[in-house]
């Protein structure tokens, strides 16, 4: 049979291990100072036997004196002596037996027979032998019998019994002070160990609390989250720190603060959570933060006491710029495509009859005569229907994006074509282009796509700076970040604040003679390329653009020449 080990005993029996150790320390404190205690009355008691034999030594050589000196042991003077001693000292009896087994003489002898005697023998030097051992008497106690045996004569031994009365009262003391000190020595030890374990466990305690109050610190800060306490008096208790950037809060100090200064919303009904203790599940409000108002989704739960009462309420801020720019992308892609499937059907219905149209022009201004009124009425039909047609291809190139072929292209390259097409705008309207030295970086792109949206950007900035400027292109790469950026900032007339939102819209426009197609293309092929574009601008102050694209890791030196060659042919 499997004997079942200990600690697993403790744990079945419930028993706390400190405890336990207390106990096994206290037994062995006992069981050390019981040992310590035995020794002593084991060596007190052969002290008290060593100094009785001596006393009985002495008594009998008294007697055996005396003997000599009367010249018989059974004289009245012997006996004289004899009970003298008896009444005078603490002896108990004294006797001479006689080789017969009889006394001859003696005092307050035993009732009790003392035969037979133990065997003794002698040193061997002719002196007498002697014994001695403890009786116990009836009716009368314990004593220390002492003999010794005559080497001759009628006399076989002489007996003295001491009293060990003194010897018993001392060890009853010793014994009594014994445990006395054990019950003390048990309850101090015991204390002192239980004090040491409360302590130990008390720094235990204290320091798993502090690193459990710095762990969740640590996950309450670290939330992505904002996060609110507060108590049943809608007062602040604390935050973290992603609740004082959504908020605005910075650095000030806001424990104690009510929780309207904070989020001054009416609808948020933190009464409900405090006193009914229902909970608020994502409620979505605008909230204002310093000069901004910020969507957030707010949730609240009761927060309740070990006993179950409510102590106050959790309050978490869940950002939604994201969420509602990411909604937003989606309806104005929802939106793109219901209108570049709508732009393809009537770009196809529209251009059947331009050629029509365009082929009539065309007749007529064959017939009529040169320099006629009518011949440039033709003329202006035929310039207007190929206005159209490129406003129809534009929407056929937005509605059906061409195919990306992508290369790898130094980013020098992929800049520096485009802007060698507008330098001739850029010099007509007095425009100063600023360049910012180009990165070592390549990306992957469809170069004519590209040259098309970045022709766009300048394009646009051009026509912004109707009285000259300034056009600054410049390029960034950003590895750790896994991003190639190119800025382009111009100093025009800039976009309205409500414009902004609506500028990447098909057919949105604020120049006289744009389509509102150009920057909506643009964003399309930006986007086909796994890039994003965003842009900032304030009216009278410029306008910046800003591309992102992938950052490419590794380079083929091969494909570059094979990109760089197919990129010489098409052009």
């Not at 035993?110 to 001695?132: M, Q, W």
């Not at 744009?514 to 410029?542: Q, W, Y």
């Amino acid at each position: 049979m499997q004997k079942a080990k200990p600690w697993k005993i403790v744990k079945k029996r419930g028993l706390y291990l400190p405890a336990f150790t207390i106990v096994m320390v206290a037994v062995t404190l006992t069981v050390m100072h019981t040992i310590s205690t035995l020794r002593t009355l084991d060596r007190e008691r052969r002290h008290w036997e060593s100094l009785l034999e001596r006393n009985g030594r002495d008594i009998i050589s008294m007697v055996r004196t005396e003997i000599r000196l009367g010249g018989a042991y059974s004289s009245g003077r012997l006996q004289e002596l004899v009970d003298r001693i008896v009444e005078n000292l603490d002896v108990a009896y004294i006797g001479l037996l006689e080789k017969n087994g009889q006394w001859a003489i003696g005092s307050k002898l035993p009732k009790a027979p003392l035969l037979p005697l133990p065997e003794t023998k002698g040193n061997g030097n002719g002196e007498a032998g002697v014994y001695r051992r403890v009786k116990k008497l009836p009716d009368r106690g314990t004593v220390f019998e002492f003999g010794e045996f005559a080497p001759h004569g009628d006399v076989q031994a002489t007996i003295v019994g001491l009293w060990m009365t003194h010897l018993e009262e001392a060890r009853d003391q010793d014994i009594r002070h014994a445990l006395t000190m054990g019950v003390i020595l048990l309850v101090l030890g015991s204390a002192a160990f239980y004090f040491i374990f409360v302590v130990q466990n008390y720094y235990l305690v204290d320091r798993t609390l502090a690193e459990m109050r710095s762990y969740t610190q640590n996950v309450v800060e670290s939330m992505a989250n904002g996060l609110i306490t507060v108590d049943t008096e809608r007062r602040i208790v604390s935050t973290n720190q992603m609740a004082s950037h959504l908020l605005g809060l910075g650095s000030r100090r806001v424990r104690g603060r009510s929780l309207e200064s904070v989020i001054p919303h009416q609808n948020l009904d933190i009464d409900n959570v405090l006193q009914r203790e229902r909970p608020i599940i994502e409620r979505e409000i605008d909230c204002p933060a310093g000069k901004n108002t910020i969507p957030l989704s707010i949730s609240a739960t009761p927060l309740r006491s070990p006993d179950g009462g409510t102590i106050g309420a959790v309050i978490i801020l869940r950002d939604l710029r994201e969420i509602r720019e990411l909604q937003d992308q989606v309806r104005r892609s929802e939106r793109l495509a219901s209108l570049g499937r709508l732009a393809s059907g009537v770009a196809h219905e529209i251009r059947n009859p331009l050629s029509s149209i365009k082929g009539f022009a065309q007749y007529f201004a064959d017939k009529f005569k040169k320099g006629s009124e009518d011949k440039s009425y033709a003329e202006i039909m035929i310039q207007e229907v190929d206005r159209l047609n490129r406003v129809i291809t534009q929407l056929l190139d937005f509605a059906r994006p061409k195919e990306l072929r992508p290369h790898l292209y130094p980013l020098s390259q992929v800049v520096e074509h485009p802007l060698r097409l507008i330098q001739t705008d850029l010099d007509k309207r007095r425009i100063k282009l600023i360049q910012s030295p180009f990165p070592e970086a390549k990306i992957n792109v469809d170069s004519d796509q590209m040259t098309q949206a970045l022709l766009n950007v300048f394009l646009n900035a051009i026509e912004s700076m109707e009285n000259g400027g300034e056009l600054r292109v410049e390029t960034s790469s950003r590895s750790e970040k896994g991003v190639v950026e190119i800025r382009i900032s111009d100093t025009g007339s800039g976009i309205a604040r409500e414009d902004l939102p609506r500028i990447f819209d098909p057919f949105f426009s604020v120049k006289r003679k744009g389509t509102g197609l150009g920057l909506a293309i643009t964003a399309k092929i930006i986007e086909a390329h796994e890039g994003e574009m965003s842009v900032e601008s304030e009216a009278g102050k410029g306008t910046t653009f800003r591309l992102y694209f992938p950052f490419v890791q590794q380079q083929d030196k091969n494909g570059e020449e094979q990109n760089e060659r197919e990129d010489t042919d098409r052009r």
